[in-house]
Every structure is written in C-alpha cells, then in structure tokens.
C-alpha cells in the first residue's frame, strides 16, 4: 500500500476523534461537574466542546475575542492570504454551550482548585485543563526582547506580528537579504520555519527575483528536510542558503539597532530579520507549577494529567508530549483525548488507552505541498511513535501529487477550524 494512500487513512481516522457516553454518573438533579479551560486555540476550545458535549459543566477561559491561528500563516507573509481568513471567534463554541469568560487566567491554586483571573475573580474547578500554547522566551537570546521583536519580528504567535513581518518583506528593496534565526529543539510547529523560508522565498522569487534568504539554524537536521531541500533546488536554486549548527549557524546575540545577527562564525546583518527564539509552555502552565525546569509541562500520556499538579491537565504545544510534535493537529487530537479521559475519570473509571495521530502539511509553493504523518500511543510513560505507522511524502512523487498535497493542507484547515470554531 502507498504512503499517500496510508496519510489519507490516517487523516479519516483522525476526523472521527474519541468517542465516548455521555457524562452521566450524577443524577440530573445534580450539579455535574466543573471543567475549566484555559486557552481558546486547537487544543483548549477541541477539548472544551468535547467536555461539554460529554455532560460536563466547562468554562473556556480565553482573554482574546478574536484567535488567530498559526497554521497557513506563513502564507499570509507570502500575501497569499489575508490575515482575516486566519481569525475566529468562539461564538460556536459558545453556542455549545461552553460558558466564555473572556479574561486573562493570571494564576492556579491547585490545593483549593481555583483559577484567578485579572479582575480579581476567580473560578473553582474539579478539572483544569491548560491549553496555553508558547510563550516567547525573550530570556534566552541575549540582545532579543520585546523591543528587538518590533524591529525583527519572531511572528510565531500569528497577528500583529504576522503582519509587521509581511510590511517589512514589502518594504524591502529587490536585492535584500532575509535572515532567519532558526531555534533550537523543541519549538512549535518543528517544520515551520522552512515553510515560511519557502513561502517567502516564493514572494521574493515572484516581486524581488534578486533577493536572497539566509537561514541560521541552531540544529544540524530538521523536519522532512530533504523534501524541502530537494524542492529548494527546484523553485528557488541559489536563492536560500541554510547554515546548520555545525557550520556556524547557531545564533548567540542579536543586535536590534543594525539587524545583526552573531553566531560562533561571524554576523550576519540583513535588511529584514526574522529572530524565532527559544519558547517554553504559557504563562499560566508555569505559575500553576506544571512546567518543569525544561519550561515544558510533564504529563502522563493516557490521560493528559500534568505529572506535577493532581487534577490539572497540560495539552498542546506546553506539553512534553514525547514523540508527538507541537502542533496544531496534535493539539486538536490531544483536546479530544484529554475530554474523554477526564470524563472517564469523573466516573470513577480507568481511561481508555489511546493512540494519537498527527499529520504536519507544509507548502512549498502556493500548489506545492509536502507532509509527515505519524501515530503515537503510550509506551514507557511516554507516546512514542508507532514504528511502520505514517510517513512522509514520497521523494519523488510527480507535480500532481505535490499539488494534491496542497489541496489536503487547505482541506485541513477548513475542516478543522469549520469543527473547532464553525
């Protein structure tokens, strides 16, 4: 059997997520149980719906009114898309149901299972579950903060960023140089940045044919590199250079003020830079005590339970999820396998072992498209991928099959987002 045709079952089995019976170990004239949420991206309003949808009173908690998500955003910097096509509200959400409490969570009390928000109230919970995506760790470079963020934009939390990015990539002469800082393992969304290297090297390629891209990468491989290396060649040869750790590409320091970047070899100045930093799980996962010295939330794999706090829950990019990545499919399948745990757990029940699956699409060129697809369960502790399960997009595959892919990385999105936030 194919890989296409093994990608395409595993997207089908995906789209049925995990189903369990309703809710229904109190009596209705009970007050069931208190599930609060904290994050409206993938993972947090995925799994909100679900808990709901299982007999659970849930509570999103979400300070933003519009989510603007990250996946396809690289083809906002490219301006194949306007950012609008990347926003949602959680009316859907709402509409399920799901009580929205529109502030930020500013802290947890895991012993009294209360989560402070920033107009002094609170909330109680039975379950908590954290979905807070990354935060920048504007700590770990020195030179790069949040005032070096407004001159060279990370734009891997998708908005204003995302926009500031694209002005900059207009602005700049025909002739330019892009840099790229790329960080080190793990970081959100593994085969991102090569996706936005490609997708601006497409822009450049189509208004600026003799501009140049740099990637300084702190990693010596990264995700389906020869797909992308391969399709570099083709689209934009002689027009992005990668420079690994090993050759000198690690990036130490930054200079806001000349748009320097220093690595152990040199520094590299150029006319739009792009610093993505080093990340770590959201606030509130590290005021809630449930992130690590790694910065990332431990959790137990069947459940999704953190392995610090009792009755809290990590999903999505904050989780050390083990072999699964940090991604937007990740953190949709994860809500769902979370929602039915907690559900189990509230009825005195064990959980049911999953298996998890994961598909990362990333676009080459507007019809171009390539992925890696992968299924994880639980295995020492830990999900760990299922060996002869998934793959990646064949080497070779024809001009049809590439443009296929796109249509799948698209049909995706609609999908997801269409049941997330439709």
Partial sequence: MSQALTRRTILKTAAIGAAAATFSCRTAAQTPPKVVVVGGGFGGATCARELKRRGLAVTLVEASAVYTACPFSNAVLAGLRPIEAQQFKLDAVEKAGVDIVQKMATGVDPQTRRVALEDGSSL???????????????????????????????????????????????AMDDGGTFVMAAPGNPFRCPPGPYERASLIAHYLKTHKPRSKLLILDAKDSFSKQRLFQAAWQDFYPNMIEWVSLSTGGKVIEVDAKTKTLVTDFGRHTGDVVNVIPPQRAGRIAQVAGAADRSGWCPIDPVTFESRLQPNIHVIGDASIAGGMPKSAFSANAQGKVCAAAIASLLRGEGPTEPKLINTCYSLVAPDYGISVAGVYSPRNGVLTDVEGAGGTSPVNAPPSFRAQEAVYAEAWFQTTTSEVYG
């Fill in 124 to 170: 109680d919970y039975d379950r908590l579950v954290l979905s807070p995506g990354v935060d920048i760790r504007f700590d770990a470079l020195p030179g790069y903060d949040e005032a070096a963020a407004a001159i060279m934009p990370h734009a891997w939390k998708a908005g204003e960023q995302t926009l500031l990015l694209r002005r900059q990539l207009e």
